[in-house]
Structures are given as structure tokens and as C-alpha cells.
């Protein structure tokens, strides 16, 4: 049986060099990319939220494994129709989410894997939405450093993507390198499974079930041929000319600047040379130059086009066409837009993208502003985010906070207020947020102050310090809870973040340092086969809880297992499965006498 890395470095070698892939139904009977799958998803929000049936991540076990594998191997492994839920959007909308069974997600995760590993190499270098190693800020650092003397932008936004996504289409484009009428007729009832809603079953006659663990890899290997358009056929046709010629104006302003200084007639010198850093070096409506840009992140697509408006008219007609022609898609009419780039701004995840224009910034004797890439925080974003802490304009405490500790409080302020800043980092106003972290920062002690039944002026002398940036010292909040036995205190921090731009910012949260291991930790004590309560190795199993919290609930009688738990703070417990029977009903001296299904699962 090979390791499920080797297997899937097999896989990755065969998309690099283009070779199709004939046996790829097979791959699924290795019980070690299950366990592989398992270890990559068991941690998921939702892997405790059931679907349509009630089967979650709890009672997770080689057995199941091992049913699942033979159901697979003999083609009557079927999906299950997922459970269909609303949520609402900015706009004030919503959009359906799927809840699959948990044996639908593992299944899942292992065909995500087999077609990530092959089709990754495949990709485009413009393609950034749902990619290791690549996102919104590796797609918005190549446009702000890439897309200089850019005119126009052309945004386009496809309409409801993942769910008008052609199944015929779909299955084409994988049959076109996957040669495996099995593996296909896998990815086929996966898609045709149907979904329940009000618990009346309805057909999915197009699209792909949103939040299921295989949806992204499938939107990226059908919107690949968007890619590959873009690629091959319109960027070679619109960019044209290697360089913009001269100015005509610019190069009789420099003659006339050379003849004045012959002449020693220094006012007219120093008149000519502000006239020329008013005007273009170079003919800005050269009809031999052309420049067409492309980057796409999921279903937002953004080009960057330098020449006259009716080509980029045209070019963002050949998009649709294309799109509704080949792909089966529509783009919405009311977020594909074509943006004048110095005088207006595209709206590109989250950032406001603009062209600068300005004759007196001069860095080394050029106009270093003219042309660049800004990135911008919207204020529109800066507004929404100010409004969950503002009461009548003005900051406020927040009083659902007010049953948990001041550690807990704090360092759910300073997770918002680090995710926002850290993701907008790039902007070259970042400095605009200073207006979030003072409501933030009045807020956060205004809610201390009301729960201590104190004062604001109090409660900012208490937790206020000093923390050391690579910018320098910063003010910040921290609260710090002491463990004892020689163990570091447990510190939540709010701000102390410089708002300064950084070009090659990423998104960092301050996680603990914790050793490179190959395999899961879960997974080695899952294969060890032993119950972690009464050492038995009968049907071993994994009982998980959503989160440790849940094990307060249980008070100061805390049975055994959730003892072990707590002790080592973990969300799993390998047992066996008269022990989890107990676990669940709470029947015998392994637990309490209270069943503890309602705060647990």
C-alpha cells in the first residue's frame, strides 16, 4: 500500500508533464489518503453540524473507513443530497449553503486531493482564488505591481457561478485528462445528488453544492478554460508595441530647454522645465501600443487594459461571449464594469484599485507617481466595520460580553481588529483605519469598565502597555492571565499594530510555534487502536465536542473522560465504543448520571 504523499506527488508529476491520468477510481481504496482526508478536516466548523442525516465527525473510525472503501470498490458508495440553508449577504440577499453527511466530506476531501495534486500544476500563474499558497493578497501585490499605466478597468463578476455551473461541461473538461469512466461516474452522482430543503428533496440539474469540500477545485478546473481564453487568445491579440513612442510636444519643450540653457537665459529655463513636468514623456494614444492585463480570484475576474475605451468595450463583450457561449455562464450586468483608472476606481476584493497622477512627486529626478497602482481602503468598508461597536454615532460598550473574563474579551476585540488590518496592509492609506481602532479601542474599555462597574479613565490605566514593532514602540491593550507552574501567562492583546503600508504583506495571526509533524497527531493515537479510558482495543473510535468550553458545562463533577479532556486540552478522545456508548448516555461510573448528548453534540 503506497503513503498517500507518494501517491499524490505521482499525481502531481503527471499534470506537470501533461500525462493523462488512466486509473484514478483506484486511488480511492487507500485507506491512508482517507486518513490523510480525516486529519485535513476533523477540525472544520462544520464537521459537528449534521446534514441530512444525523452522522457527523463524532464516531469517527477505521471501521467506517473500511465500509466506506468496500462501498467504493464495489460502485455503490452514492452521495447523499445535501441540506440546503440560507444565509444573508452585504447586500442584504441571501445565498444557499450545503451541509453534506460527514461521509460525504471524507469522500470528498479525497477526491479534492487526488485533483488538486494533479490539476495544481496545470493552472494558470493568473488564477489565485482557492490555491495553496496563494490568495487575495498574492492577486492584489501582482496587480499593484505588475499593472503600471494602466487606462481602463474591466471588472467582471459571473452570476451565481457556483451554482450555474454546467454539469455536461463539466464532466467534458475532466474527461479530457482524467481517462476513468469510474472516477467520472463518481464526480457525476456527487453533482446530480440533489438537495433537501424544508425536507423535500429537488433536483441540481446545474452548479455545485456551496460549501461542499470538492466545490472550489471543481470551479477552478471549469473556469481554467476562462484562463486559458484570456491567455492565448486576447492577450496576444491586444498587446501590441514594445515601448510607447515620444511625445512630440515633450521632445520640442526639451529642445527648447537645451537651446535656453546654451543661451545662459535662466528664467525661461526654469519656465520650460515645469512645463515639461506637466506633460507626458511619452504619446499616451500611441495606436501601436497596447497592454492587456488579467487576474482572477474564484468567480471575480479583473483586467487591466491600456488603450482606447471601444477596445475595452470589445474586449469585455468577447468575455461574455466566451463565458455564455463555451462555459454555460452570464456575467452580472451590475458589477461588470469598465472603470476609468485614473479618474475613477475598480472594486477588486475588498480594496479600491486606482491609477495615481501627479507632476510633483519626484523620486530620482522622474515623476514616480504617475501611472503606479494605488491600493485603497474603501470607506465604505471602514463604515461597516465601525458599526457593530457605534450606538447613535458614537462607541459602546457591548453587553453580550459581559458573562466572559476580561481575557476572553479582549481577545475577541484584538482577532477583528488584527484579521481587518492585517488584510489591508497593502493599502497605501492603511492609516484610514486609525478611525476603526480608536471605536474599537473606546468600545473594548467602555465594555471592561461596564462589567468592573468602573471607569473608563481606570480601566485604560489597568490594561494599557507598551509593546516593541519593527516600526518602533505602540501603545496597545493586553490582558494577562497567570498559569502557575513555571508556565508562561496567557496574554490577549488589542492594537499595537502600525498602521503603515507593507508591500509584501500577508495575512499572520499569532499562533504558537508547533513542530513540522508528517502525520496528525489524532491520526497516530487513532492507528495506536487503544481506548485512551479503559486501555481496551475492541472498535475503537474518536468521540469529539465542538469545543472545550462545553466541558464547563458539566460543572465541578466532571466525569473521567471529560477529566482527560480537559487535562489535555484536546476536542478528541480515542475510545472504545462501549465507552462512548456511556459517553453519550451516561449510564455507568465512566461518566455522570446525566446524559450528556445536548451540550456535547
Same mark, same amino acid.
Given at each position: 500500500?503506497?503513503?498517500?504523499? @507518494? ?6 508529476? &503527471? ?10 477510481? &483506484? ?26 442525516? $444525523? ?10 473507513? =473500511? ?23 452585504r447586500n442584504g440577499r441571501t445565498r444557499p449553503l450545503g451541509l453534506? /453527511?460527514?461521509?460525504?466530506? %471524507? ?26 499558497? !496563494?490568495?487575495? *493578497? ?7 505591481? @505588475? ?17 450555474? %455551473?454546467? *454539469? ?50 471543481? +470551479? ?27 511625445? /512630440? ?10 537651446? $535656453?540653457? &546654451?543661451?545662459?537665459?535662466? #528664467?525661461? $529655463?526654469?519656465?520650460? !522645465? ?13 495606436? =501601436? ?5 488579467y487576474v482572477r480570484y474564484a468567480d471575480d475576474t479583473l483586467l ?63 515623476? +514616480? ?37 476580561? *481575557? ?17 496592509? %497593502? ?15 473606546? +468600545? ?10 468602573? @471607569?473608563?479613565? !481606570? /480601566? ?29 501567562? %496567557?496574554? #490577549? ?10 508591500? /509584501?504583506?500577508?495575512?499572520?495571526? *499569532? ?54 479532556? $480537559? ?20 449510564? +455507568? ?13
Amino acid at each position: 500500500m503506497q503513503n498517500a504523499e @507518494t501517491v499524490l506527488g505521482v499525481l502531481r508529476e &503527471r499534470g506537470r508533464r501533461g500525462l493523462p491520468c488512466n486509473e484514478l477510481y &483506484r486511488q480511492l481504496f487507500n485507506p491512508q489518503l482517507y486518513l490523510m482526508a480525516y486529519g485535513r478536516i476533523y477540525s472544520n466548523q462544520g464537521a459537528m453540524t449534521p446534514g441530512a442525516t $444525523a452522522e457527523t465527525v463524532d464516531g469517527m473510525s477505521l471501521e467506517k473507513i =473500511g465500509r466506506i472503501m468496500n462501498a467504493v470498490r464495489h460502485e455503490r458508495y452514492r452521495f447523499k443530497p445535501v441540506k440546503r440553508i440560507y444565509i444573508p449577504k452585504r447586500n442584504g440577499r441571501t445565498r444557499p449553503l450545503g451541509l453534506p /453527511t460527514w461521509s460525504d466530506k %471524507l469522500v470528498g476531501e479525497v477526491v479534492r486531493l487526488l485533483l488538486e495534486a494533479y490539476y495544481e500544476p496545470t493552472f494558470s500563474g493568473l488564477s489565485h482564488g482557492f490555491r495553496p499558497r !496563494r490568495g487575495c *493578497h498574492t492577486a492584489l501585490r501582482e496587480v499593484a505591481h @505588475t499593472w503600471t499605466g494602466t487606462a481602463w478597468f474591466i471588472e467582471g463578476d459571473i452570476s451565481d457561478c457556483f451554482g450555474s %455551473l454546467d *454539469h455536461q461541461v463539466m464532466l467534458s473538461v475532466l474527461a479530457e485528462k482524467i481517462h476513468d469512466n469510474r472516477f467520472l461516474r463518481l464526480v457525476r452522482t456527487m453533482l446530480q445528488a440533489g438537495y433537501l430543503q424544508d425536507w423535500v428533496w429537488t433536483a441540481t440539474l446545474s452548479g455545485v453544492p456551496q460549501g461542499g469540500v470538492v466545490s472550489p477545485i471543481l +470551479s477552478n478546473i471549469y473556469l481554467d478554460r476562462l484562463d486559458d481564453f484570456v491567455e492565448t487568445v486576447l492577450i496576444p491579440e491586444y498587446n501590441q508595441g514594445g515601448l510607447r513612442r515620444r511625445s /512630440t510636444t515633450y521632445r520640442k519643450v526639451e529642445k527648447q530647454l537645451a537651446l $535656453a540653457r &546654451r543661451r545662459g537665459d535662466r #528664467a525661461q $529655463a526654469r519656465q520650460l !522645465r515645469r512645463q515639461l513636468r506637466e506633460l507626458p514623456s511619452q504619446d499616451m494614444n500611441d495606436p =501601436g501600443y497596447r497592454r492587456l492585463r488579467y487576474v482572477r480570484y474564484a468567480d471575480d475576474t479583473l483586467l487591466g487594459f491600456a488603450g482606447p475605451k471601444h477596445e475595452a468595450e470589445e474586449i469585455k463583450r468577447r468575455l461574455a461571449t466566451f463565458l455564455r457561449d463555451d462555459l454555460k455562464l452570464e456575467l452580472s450586468p451590475d458589477k461588470t464594469l469598465i472603470t476609468h483608472a485614473r479618474t475613477g476606481a475598480a472594486n477588486f476584493l475588498g480594496y479600491e484599485i486606482t491609477v495615481g497622477r501627479s507632476d510633483r512627486m519626484v523620486a530620482k529626478g522622474r515623476r +514616480s507617481h504617475n501611472g503606479v497602482v494605488q491600493l485603497r481602503v474603501p470607506k465604505t468598508v471602514i463604515k461597516e466595520k465601525c458599526a457593530p461597536y457605534l450606538k447613535r454615532g458614537k462607541p459602546a460598550c457591548l453587553p453580550h460580553l459581559f458573562n466572559k473574563d476580561d *481575557h476572553t474579551i479582549v481577545s475577541m476585540y484584538g482577532a477583528v481588529y488584527r484579521g481587518i488590518v492585517q488584510y489591508y496592509l %497593502l493599502a497605501g492609506d492603511v492609516s484610514r483605519l486609525n478611525r476603526l481602532h480608536w471605536v474599537m479601542q473606546t +468600545s473594548l474599555l467602555k465594555s471592561l469598565a461596564n462589567k468592573h462597574r468602573s @471607569t473608563v479613565t !481606570r /480601566t485604560a490605566r489597568k490594561y494599557k502597555t507598551v509593546v516593541v514593532t519593527p516600526a518602533g514602540p505602540r501603545k496597545c491593550l493586553q490582558a494577562r492571565v497567570d498559569r502557575g507552574d513555571g508556565r508562561k501567562p %496567557l496574554v #490577549a492583546q488589542f492594537g499595537g499594530i502600525p498602521l503603515i503600508r507593507q508591500k /509584501t504583506a500577508v495575512i499572520q495571526d *499569532h499562533n504558537p510555534d508547533r513542530p513540522h509533524r508528517p502525520r496528525k497527531e489524532l491520526i497516530s493515537r487513532l492507528l495506536a487502536g487503544r481506548c485512551e479510558i479503559c486501555e481496551s482495543t475492541d472498535r475503537i473510535q474518536v468521540h469529539h465536542i465542538r469545543r472545550l468550553a462545553d466541558l464547563g458545562q458539566l460543572g465541578q463533577s466532571q466525569p473521567p473522560w471529560a477529566q482527560i479532556m $480537559a487535562k489535555r486540552r484536546r476536542k478528541t478522545l480515542i475510545i472504545c465504543q462501549s465507552c462512548h456508548d456511556l459517553v453519550h448516555t451516561g449510564s +455507568s461510573t465512566a461518566t455522570t448520571q446525566q446524559p450528556l448528548e445536548s451540550p456535547l453534540q
